[in-house]
């Protein structure tokens, strides 16, 4: 399978806002379960321990016009909760058979509670996380909740889980964050070979796709691209942060690429990349991914810091990291945990010397003109003042 082949394909998923490819797997064998969860992070291996796929949510893009869910959330705030209404009351997830929110700000807990009016017939679950990374106290926590979330899983299916099947399903999934760790890692050294755009569109498929039809999709990415030599530009590297729950429009990629931008790293899709080392999957399954959880995940708003220190800590160890030039804060407007850390995040890059631009946009945004010239501005500033 050749490079444009499987971007095409993973370009039809990404456009495909009636999930397709899930309905196809669901009807495929009888007693199949879909269980959609919004993004950022839930523990997907215990969802397929239990049998069922795991499909990400992340709102209508900008495929949808957003009509009804206006009327169930305020103008000020983010679009991602109402365009995932939008997507309930249409229809486009009537064949989901859950869904489960995870703890990202208070916008999607209350999202959870009007899911669970209005659609009552269906499993529904808001997923909290430690605010304590203590091992006997934060992890004891969500030890808990990942059980009471596998307890809910199971009466749903009627299925008995096992620790095997969990332990199991926690080596498939760390397959797919090695791939996916590859992949970065190849992006950061050669981006000019793997394009921020395709590396996008390859990470949003694993959101739809079961993940062994997904860590295929990656090996196939990953061969095809070592053996085609693609033209370097003299473009310059740099970070993109903030937008960790509601995506951007691929065009708002595109177009920072287009400016002479480098994206060598990014917070798009976390949960493909949440968990940063192998999880151990031959013991206790919830001992092993509470501690990755607590002392191996990724920094973002959306997850509490305990000290001031740890506020930027791993957006400064990305930019020495992927020898970047700069940093972009792209946060979707009326994002509160992005916008809140933006400033923090500025001062500590600033004390470091570390040039930054920010912008704000929404999952639905078509004009990307003044994107483009702000990128190019800033592409151009580093090469000529850096």
Not at 35 to 44: A, C
Not at 87 to 98: A, N, P, Q, S, Y
Not at 321 to 333: C, K, Y
Request: aromatic share 10%; proline share 5%; with cysteine.
């Amino acid at each position: 399978m050749g490079i444009a082949e499987i971007v095409e394909r993973c370009e039809r998923l990404h456009e495909d806002i009636d999930f397709t490819a899930a309905r196809e797997w669901k009807a495929a064998e009888p007693g199949r379960r879909v269980i959609g969860y919004l993004p950022v992070y839930v523990p997907e291996e215990i969802i397929h321990a239990a049998g069922m796929l795991p499909l990400g949510i992340t709102g209508g893009g900008d495929q949808m016009e957003v009509i009804h869910g206006d009327a169930y959330y305020q103008s000020y705030i983010c679009r991602i909760p109402r365009s995932t209404i939008e997507l309930g009351i249409t229809g486009r997830l009537d064949f989901v058979d859950g869904m489960i929110f995870p703890s990202i700000c208070d916008v999607i807990r209350n999202l959870s509670g009007m899911w669970k009016l209005m659609f009552p017939d269906k499993y529904v679950r808001y997923l909290d996380v430690p605010q304590n990374y203590r091992d006997d106290i934060g992890g004891e926590f969500y030890r808990n909740e990942m059980r009471e979330l596998l307890a809910g899983l199971e009466a749903l299916s009627g299925r008995r889980v096992s620790d095997d099947d969990i332990n199991a399903s926690i080596r498939v999934y760390n397959r797919n964050r090695e791939l996916v760790r590859t992949l970065y890692a190849l992006r950061s050294d050669q981006p000019w070979q793997v394009p921020t755009t395709e590396l996008y569109l390859l990470s949003r498929a694993g959101l739809v796709l079961p993940v062994e039809e997904h860590n295929q999709l990656l090996e196939a990415y990953l061969e095809a691209v070592q053996s085609e030599q693609r033209p370097r530009r003299d473009n310059c590297r740099i970070v993109v942060n903030g937008s960790f729950c509601e995506q951007p429009p691929l065009n708002l990629i595109k177009s920072i690429e287009m400016a002479g931008c480098y994206v060598v790293d990014d917070d798009y899709v976390q949960v493909n990349r949440w968990l940063k080392r192998e999880v151990p999957s031959d013991g206790d399954p919830f001992e092993a991914l509470a501690s990755a959880f607590l002392h191996h995940s990724a920094d973002t708003a959306a997850k509490y810091a305990e000290t001031e220190e740890q506020v930027g800590r791993q957006l400064l160890e990305s930019v020495e990291r992927n020898r970047a030039e700069g940093v972009i804060f792209a946060a979707p407007s009326f994002c509160d945990p992005a916008l809140l850390w933006r400033p923090m995040l500025a001062d500590k890059l600033s004390r470091k010397g570390i040039p930054h631009i920010s912008f704000k946009y929404s999952e639905n945004a078509g004009q990307m003109a003044p994107i483009r010239e702000q990128a190019g501005t800033f592409a151009d500033s580093l090469k000529l003042w850096s």
